[in-house]
């Protein structure tokens, strides 16, 4: 469904904030134009700093921040004493590598914005100074030490974000993670991947100089949601309800069958690629492009197993969720050997999707 149903649960769910990651724009620059057009238009509540579209057709221009202004009791506008009133500047940024880790060809006139010390820094003093915001909140999809653009070098960077919640490296921060600068310190909150965390931050504000004292970041999972007892949205159960039997008429379609169980366990087949499912994806790869003499296929994109038996559609589409197109080139020799040096580079030390 070309990411529709996602973006319809976005709209139900009622953010007061959001940010995009690298995987948003899997779908094209039309699909993203489409989609996201009337958050474009309210400036509100979707927040990025970083992106530049210089799209002749369909060019999107994004908001870099929003304000807040809250109770100081965390209660959305519900007192008539302004001395109670908080105002909350929200920032947002998306990983500068989007470039490279969606389709190059559809960003190919968007400009993801490397400099994230220098487009926050610019954000963070306009909040503070020109907006007078007494909490300054970081939300993106950066990661957590796994490359060199990350959250944690940006809050070691320069003071003044009090929260940085991030995404993208899958880190699950149980307790959130403290980083310094000159002796400010910007809590760094992540949950991990696929909802199995929820994350909660609370900030500590003195009521009298409206300073930020204290923040502190924890994990809910799923158990821990139900011991609350919280009543179900009705609106979106019966939208997820309705949505998961409209998969589940194509995702249960018997395509083949397998003999054997068809293993990729992730965290093997990123360290040193070894996995029958590899081995049958590359080999499916080269039955389709029949002139090509190889075929190579990222490990961090087989993204599941088979066990033995039937074989649906749904199956399929979970070991390749993501509908990449087939290419074939022409390279030399010495291009193959560097390509496979490169790939093989942390072979056995630690997991790498570029595998």
Not at 88 to 103: Q, S
Request: with cysteine.
């Amino acid at each position: 469904n070309n990411g529709s149903v996602g973006h319809e649960a976005l709209k139900l769910a009622k953010y007061d904030a959001f940010t995009l990651g690298n995987h948003e724009w899997d779908y094209g620059h039309h699909n993203m134009y489409v989609r996201y057009s009337d958050y474009l238009k309210n400036k509100n509540p979707l927040v990025v700093s970083n992106i530049v579209d210089s799209s002749s057709n369909e060019k999107m221009e994004f908001t870099p921040y929003i304000i807040k202004e809250i109770n100081a009791f965390g209660t959305d506008e519900n007192t008539d004493n302004d001395d109670f009133k908080l105002k909350v500047g929200i920032l947002g940024m998306i990983t500068p590598y989007t470039n490279v880790t969606t389709n190059p060809l559809e960003v190919k006139d968007v400009f993801f914005d490397p400099d994230i010390v220098s487009v926050s820094k610019k954000y963070v003093k306009i909040l503070r100074e020109n907006e007078k915001c007494d909490v300054v909140v970081l939300i993106c999809h950066l990661g957590y030490e796994s490359l060199e653009l990350t959250s944690n070098m940006l809050a070691e960077s320069f003071d003044g974000i009090d929260v940085i919640i991030d995404g993208h490296s899958h880190t699950t921060l149980k307790e959130g993670a403290v980083r310094l600068n000159n002796d400010y310190t910007t809590l760094i909150a992540q949950t991990g991947s696929s909802l199995k965390n929820i994350g909660v931050v609370d900030i500590v504000v003195d009521s009298i100089t409206k300073k930020v004292v204290g923040k502190r970041a924890k994990l809910l999972n799923y158990s821990d949601i139900i011991s609350m007892n919280i009543e179900d949205n009705k609106e979106m159960s019966d939208f997820l309800y309705q949505k998961e039997k409209e998969v589940e008429e194509f995702t249960k379609v018997v395509i083949g069958k397998t003999l054997i169980d068809l293993e990729c366990v992730r965290e093997i087949i990123r360290k040193n690629g070894q996995s029958k499912m590899a081995y049958l994806t590359t080999t499916a790869f080269l039955n389709t492009a029949t002139e090509a003499d190889f075929a190579i296929a990222n490990s961090g994109g087989i993204r599941s197993s088979i066990k033995k038996g039937d074989v649906t559609w749904g199956d399929v589409v979970s070991v390749l969720p993501f509908g990449n197109q087939l290419v074939v080139l022409n390279i030399s020799g010495s291009q193959l050997h560097y390509l496979l040096r490169y790939g093989t580079r942390l072979y056995n030390k630690e997991e790498f999707g570029g595998f």
